[in-house]
Nanobody
Framework: VQVVESGGGWVQPGGSLRLSCVVY??????????MGWYRQAPGNLREVVAH??????SYVDDVKGRFTISRDNAKNTLYLQMDHLKPEDTAVYYC????????WGQGTQVTVHS
């Protein structure tokens, strides 16, 4: 299974980015799995920022009202719309299952800086 994140980049504070994550999984595991977006800033541990599954979706307090997670199971793709970005959102962003992880992808760098 290969996980490929994309969509990161440099943006000024207040800007927006949309991240995508494609999971190359020959089975139907993606569709039935709770999937999450994670981020890791320099010197910090990797943390979950949002997840989405059959039971619903959830966000950490820091991104509530600014980030929106969504998915297209037909395309094995997870999305993260990020609005009103702040410098503290700067990190490498990853996606993965919440339980029973795939091998981690390379992530996509998000830099928020004026």
């Amino acid at each position: 299974v290969q996980v490929v994140e994309s969509g990161g980049g440099w943006v000024q504070p207040g800007g927006s980015l949309r991240l995508s994550c494609v999971v190359y999984d020959s089975g139907s595991i993606f569709a039935i799995s709770t999937m999450g977006w994670y981020r890791q800033a320099p010197g910090n541990l990797r943390e979950v920022v949002a997840h989405m599954g059959r039971s619903g979706l959830s966000y950490v307090d820091d991104v509530k009202g600014r980030f929106t997670i969504s998915r297209d199971n037909a395309k094995n793709t997870l999305y993260l719309q990020m609005d009103h970005l702040k410098p503290e959102d700067t990190a490498v962003y990853y996606c993965n299952k919440v339980i029973g992880k795939y091998d981690w992808g390379q992530g996509t760098q998000v830099t928020v800086h004026s």
